[in-house]
């Protein structure tokens, strides 16, 4: 499942780290891999004016053999 972290300036110029944990109390191997972390820039022009904006996203894989209906995603940025 991809996940969109939304719109930062900060996604710019930093190293992002993503993990995602289930919410679960059932029994079973529960284990979700996060992959293809990316930030894209996105420029937009009005007149003479250049905005610039950073997105960032994941992909969320459950590897474990049971469902996991609800979990959560942790961001973390280190900047300069």
């Given at each position: 499942?991809?996940?969109?972290?939304?719109?930062?300036?900060?996604?710019?110029?930093?190293?992002?780290?993503?993990?995602?944990?289930?919410?679960?109390?059932?029994?079973?191997?529960?284990?979700?891999?996060?992959?293809?972390?990316?930030?894209?820039?996105?420029?937009?022009?009005?007149?003479?004016?250049?905005?610039?904006a950073y997105h960032a996203g994941c992909n969320v894989t459950?590897?474990?053999?049971?469902?996991?209906?609800?979990?959560?995603?942790?961001?973390?940025?280190?900047?300069?």
């Open positions: 499942m991809w996940v969109e972290l939304g719109e930062s300036d900060s996604f710019g110029n930093c190293a992002l780290s993503v993990t995602a944990s289930p919410y679960t109390s059932e029994i079973g191997t529960h284990v979700l891999k996060v992959d293809d972390v990316n930030v894209t820039q996105i420029e937009s022009f009005k007149g003479d004016i250049t905005e610039t459950n590897n474990g053999k049971t469902t996991i209906a609800k979990w959560t995603v942790q961001v973390g940025l280190i900047g300069p």
